[in-house]
């Protein structure tokens, strides 16, 4: 049994819509539908292994600044950016806090912190 | 919360006497209020909004001291009277509370033989009616050039009118209205009439506040004066209600037109205008349309008559220059026959009950008008004792943008804050919406309509982060308390993160 | 520093006023100043909390208070002294600065050159003459991004979004994250106006509606917001009879595009081009006033803020020459002129002796084009869309094959069969 996947390229204004056949062990036999080589490399990436940074922010306390933003340190599963939002609403940074600094470590067991990216003044 | 303001019952449903009580907070409401606050008389006034002018008045186009057209205007018409008798008063009474006033003149575009005559016969009955005021001119095309170069050239001529002029007819509700409460007039915001019942001398008034007993009522609550009528059998008269629509263009081409223009469609009653404000922008409308009352929005079809008017009127407007647009209520009487006849009466019905409404020019009529319904409730019982220790003159909120170097200076070194600048448009600094806030401004509105932050080219956007934010510092409320508008318009509904956290509070 | 031995003063403390800064800095002027009316340098940056900043400027992948973060020490560490909480009222045009600020309070000083880094707003609902009722609860995209990212508020819970703009789709990705539900993205244009990434990163990855030739059609809401009703549009952008649907939502966003901030400009008497909104510049982003350059989203909206970056550097270094003593003659050289398909290019002339970079947009999207420049270069395209700048580089070389005498070059977008 073989299924058809799409991925959208992101690579340029052209978005093509790259069409993936995918197999029954997963194995991608054909990729159709890009205009050029890195649309080529880029759907299988996007399609078995779907990352992204998750950038948000958290609660301060005894700062003027009621929010720090904050992101995670590299890519995480794209299926875990939602997962991640209620860890980071527990969250509240002290001041001070430099651009940087872990305020999660290994955010739902990713082995990726979240750092912050910005700055916190005490 | 400011004085005077829910203050008055100190719990809900407890009961407060009054001598006068005044329904609405427009422009009818507060000129009477302060023209009342003359004399040794106990007045409430109460306002459903949360501040004053919201309804008609802040759907005005701001000229006042017209009257000048007499195809409009006629002797026969008491309403006209008003009008008329408000010209000399204008300019005073603005200069004493120190509300913007500029006398700019208006201008009747001629554009064909048929409407020459029209004119010709308006010049002769103003010449007639008006013969101490300045009279009408004829102004050339040419001239008509020079003076207004951006102008349609489809004209043969215009009537010229010296005596038409700008203010601020939001500014003025709340300058009359802080006059009257610095004379002694307590006010309520934010308390609608809910029914009212007639004892033998007195009236029983139920508020959404509490209750409140009175002897005499004026009644000028605007879109609403019918309804209010209407709970004492007190509705002799019948009005329509008819929507404005106002189109606001940037202060970037605030010059392209100098004097109120006014062009006149085919049918009588209808006008479309353009004018300058006195803030600097340009207004235009629409003729006025019959409407479901309390349907405040502008529709599509508003806009694209709107923006084919103002490109009738003054070619060279793109519909980039557009910033805003908005509508609103005036109470039309006679709608059907195409003129209109204000309601400034006792009740033939009920003892001590004043009607007042005034339609349009509402704004124009109010000084003489209001003198008016002081006369009737005098005739109606009322002991008219003038005090002594009346105040006449107000002061407006310190004007920034406006101020000279030196003043800018002086504004600065008196209170830092002056040196914040909060909306960047039109350059409103924190010192004045403080001001604002501290003289009653408790919405985003409020304080819009008093210093201008938030009424630029950016309509808010950069600034309303930051008004609410001084807003809940002055009125020390949580920010999300915070409403554009009063009631349950807040401007936030959730403090970040509180959706995550599950414990999610519907918002009222 | 005293405020009369200023040599140029950058007015706008974002990526265009930083960068402009810095460079004005390097290329040896003494006294740079930056007038930030915030407390700190950074501006719209601080609320752009996601990534996609400075993968061409630094090649890293970087969010907006991270990209603030790094300009912020070249900043400091390059001697610019950043005057906070002050605010430009009026610039003459002889270059006299009048300015307030809560601090140093009334200030009027004549640096000996200006360059503009006001950046860009938002075009507001009024501007769009959307019809419907006043209520609470319609915001532009970028107001809301400052409450949820800084101000710590969310606007509301059930989100309609109109116009896919950049800023647009990334606020229906934060306010997803945040827990609230966003209705429908909805876009008058057949094709989405923002950039590629955005729309998979933003919206597909979180299934958000989008409503391709949709527009909001009415606002329901007496105090806050209720409703809206949503309608197909036709070829001329008109609602179709019939189309019309009513979304439940308490919240409007609006995200319909930018406009370059000008104001301070008109007080100078710099000349402004209708199409960008923003000043004439020529090579060395000179304005028509000697003296008063400009950088960044202040000349056009740009796509990315790499881009600001560049073209601000340029100015930077253009104000520092003319500080120290360099006439650059006055908005003069040839005129860089759109043509089929281009909506406008940047700068607006060059000297014709140095090495440019224009930036163009084009006004419809279109496949394998080529762009020309005259006939002395060009450069091929797969795709172009209004939503992404295009950039080409001329050699000093290449220029001179215009020759002596030529005024003007036309740039197009000419369609090419391709292979």
Not at chain 2, 267 to 278: K, M
Not at chain 2, 374 to 394: D, N, P, Y
Request: proline share 5%; net charge neutral.
């Amino acid at each position: 049994m073989t299924r058809i996947e799409t991925v959208i390229c992101i690579g340029c204004p052209m978005g093509c819509e790259i069409k993936l056949t995918v197999g029954a062990k997963g194995e991608i036999t054909k990729i159709s539908g890009n205009r050029c080589k890195e649309g080529k490399s880029y759907a299988p990436q996007e399609y078995k292994n779907p990352v992204r940074i998750l950038t948000a922010t958290v609660k301060t306390a005894n700062s003027s600044r009621p929010l720090l933003p904050v992101r995670s340190a590299r890519p995480i599963l794209k299926r875990l950016l939602l997962p991640s939002m209620p860890v980071l609403a527990g969250i509240t940074v002290t001041a001070p806090v430099r651009v940087g600094d872990v305020v999660v470590p290994n955010l739902l067991d990713t082995g990726v912190d979240v750092i912050a990216t910005g700055e916190l003044l005490s | 919360m400011p004085e005077g303001d829910h203050s008055a019952f100190g719990e809900l449903n407890m009961k407060l006497d009054t001598e006068v009580l005044i329904i609405g907070g427009g422009i009818l409401g507060t000129s009477v209020a302060r023209e009342l606050s003359r004399y040794r008389v106990d007045t409430t006034l109460v306002e459903r909004e949360v501040d004053f002018g919201w309804g008609s008045t802040k759907a005005s186009a701001t000229v006042v001291c017209q009257g000048g057209d007499c195809l409009e205007f006629r002797k026969e018409y008491r309403n006209s009277r008003f009008v008329w008798d408000s010209i000399p008063l204008m300019e005073p009474l603005c200069r004493e509370l120190d509300v913007p006033f500029k006398r700019i003149g208006s201008l009747s575009l001629i554009r064909n033989n048929n409407e020459l005559v029209k004119y010709q016969k308006m010049k002769n009955l103003a010449d007639k009616y008006l013969p101490d005021l300045e009279p009408h001119q004829w102004i050339d095309r040419d001239t008509l050039r020079r003076i207004e170069p951006h102008l349609t050239r489809d004209v043969i001529g215009a009537l010229y009118d010296p005596k038409p002029a700008v203010t601020d007819p939001v500014r003025l509700s709340i300058a009359l209205a802080e006059n009257a409460r610095e004379n002694g007039t307590n006010i309520m915001l934010g308390t609608e009439v809910v029914s009212i019942s007639r004892g033998t001398d007195s009236f029983e008034v139920q508020t959404t506040e509490g209750l409140i007993r009175t002897r005499f009522i004026v009644n000028a609550a605007g879109v609403y004066v019918d309804k209010i009528a209407a709970m004492v059998d007190a509705d002799e008269f019948v009005v329509y209600p008819v929507k404005a629509w106002i189109g606001v263009l940037d202060k970037k081409v605030g010059d392209i037109i100098r004097h109120v223009v006014t062009a006149r469609p085919s049918r009588p009653g209808e006008l479309i205008f353009v004018n300058p404000t006195v803030h600097g922008n340009i207004f235009f409308g629409i003729p006025l349309q019959l409407n479901k009352r309390g349907d405040y929005s502008s529709t599509r079809r508003m806009s694209q008559a709107g923006f084919a008017t103002i490109r009738s009127l003054v070619p060279d407007v793109s519909e980039k220059d557009i910033i805003n647009s908005f509508a609103g209520y005036i109470m039309y009487r006679n709608y059907e026959l195409g003129w209109h006849e204000c309601v400034v009466a006792a009740s033939r019905k009920i003892p001590r009950f004043i009607n007042f409404c005034i339609g349009f020019p509402g704004v124009s009529a109010a000084p003489a008008a209001s003198k008016e319904v002081i006369r009737l409730l005098s005739s109606e019982g009322l002991q008219t004792v003038e005090k002594e220790s009346f105040k006449a003159s107000g002061r407006a909120i310190p004007d920034f943008s406006e101020a000279s170097d030196e003043e800018k200076k002086k504004l600065i070194q008196k209170d830092s804050r002056y040196g914040h600048v909060v909306c960047r448009c039109e350059t409103v600094t924190e010192g004045e919406i403080v001001e604002a806030i501290k003289r009653g401004a408790t919405t985003m509105d409020g304080v819009k309509y008093r210093t201008r932050a938030g009424m630029g080219r950016c309509q808010g956007g950069f600034c309303s982060p930051r008004v609410a934010r001084i807003l809940a510092r002055e009125l020390n409320v949580p920010e999300e308390q915070v409403t554009k508008k009063g009631k349950t318009s807040r401007l936030l509904l959730y403090k970040s993160k509180e959706l995550l956290e599950g414990a999610v509070n519907e918002p009222a | 520093m005293n405020l009369h031995e200023i040599d140029v003063a950058v007015i706008g403390s974002g990526p265009a006023g930083m960068a402009a800064a810095v460079r004005a800095k390097e290329t040896g002027a003494k006294n740079v100043v930056i007038l930030e009316r915030a407390e700190e340098l950074g501006g719209l940056l601080h609320q752009c909390v996601h990534n996609g900043f400075g993968l061409f400027y630094f090649h890293e992948d970087l969010t907006g208070p991270e990209y603030a973060h790094r300009f912020i020490e070249k900043t400091m560490d390059a001697g610019v002294r950043p005057m906070l909480e002050t605010m430009a009222l009026n610039i003459s045009p002889d270059r006299e600065i009048t300015a307030v600020s809560n601090k140093n309070q009334f200030l009027k000083f004549r640096p000996e050159s200006i360059v503009l880094a006001m950046g860009c707003r938002e075009r507001s609902r009024g501007a769009l003459n959307i019809p419907g009722t006043r209520p609470a609860g319609v915001f532009t995209a970028g107001t809301a991004q400052r409450f949820i990212n800084v101000e710590g508020f969310l606007p509301g819970r059930q989100v309609v979004i109109l116009g896919s703009g950049d800023i647009g789709m990334i606020m229906a990705r934060r306010l997803t994250l945040e827990g609230a539900r966003v209705e429908a993205v909805v876009e008058v244009l057949p094709y989405v106006g923002g950039l590629i990434r955005n729309e998979v990163q933003c919206l597909h990855d979180f299934d958000i509606p989008l409503f391709l030739k949709h527009t909001v059609t009415n606002i329901y809401g007496e105090r806050r917001v209720e409703g809206v009703r949503v309608a197909e549009v036709d070829s001329r952008m008109n609602p179709i009879g019939g189309t019309e649907r009513d979304i439940a939502c308490d919240t409007l966003l609006l995200s319909v595009g930018l406009i370059p901030e000008n104001e301070l400009s008109l007080t100078a008497g710099v000349e402004l081009d209708p199409v960008t909104g923003g000043p004439f510049v020529d090579g060395a982003r000179q304005t028509t006033v000697p003296g008063i350059f400009a950088g960044g989203n202040v000349v056009h909206v740009h796509d990315l803020v790499d881009n600001v970056t560049w073209e601000s550097e340029i100015a930077g270094e253009s104000a520092a020459r003319f500080a120290m003593g360099e006439r650059i003659p006055a908005w003069a050289g040839i005129k860089l002129k759109a043509g089929r398909n281009i909506r406008y290019v940047v700068p607006h002339t060059i000297s014709g002796n140095e090495d440019v970079t224009l930036y163009m947009r084009v006004r419809e999207p279109e496949q394998n084009v080529r762009i020309n420049v005259g006939d002395i270069a060009g450069k091929s395209e797969l795709i172009v869309k209004p939503s992404s700048m295009l950039k080409i580089e001329l050699t000093s070389e290449q220029l001179k094959k215009l020759g002596k005498n030529v005024t003007e070059v036309v740039i197009d977008c000419q369609k090419w069969g391709g292979k």
